[in-house]
């Protein structure tokens, strides 16, 4: 609770914890509310944005054909005959 009523006060204007910021009230005119209850929401965004960022698993994109799945790519293509197949498939066991 601590941490939410010390980031309210760290901008001034209407945040999380300031009453009159959502109308046509005082300074604030047309706006919604205060230019600190935005930059509160920002700092809080980039917060978890990056938060997120440093625990997600880095992509290790597409990973390489087995020596398999190459043999069977060349038989159905006609580079290597059955036998050739056959006797390469049973070296890779």
Known sequence: MEFISALSS???GSGFGHGAGYGMSGMSGWMPFH???I???VVIGLII???VRM???PDT???APS???ILKRRYASGEIDEETY???KNELK
Do not use: N, V
Request: proline content about 4%; aromatic content about 20%; some cysteine.
């Open 61 to 63: 994109g597409p990973s």
């Open 86 to 88: 056959i006797r390469m």
């Open 39 to 41: 930059l509160q929401l």
């Open 55 to 57: 625990f997600r698993k």
């Open 10 to 12: 760290w901008c001034s």
């Open 35 to 37: 230019f600190g209850g």
């Open 49 to 51: 944005y990056f938060t």
């Open 67 to 69: 020596a398999q799945d």
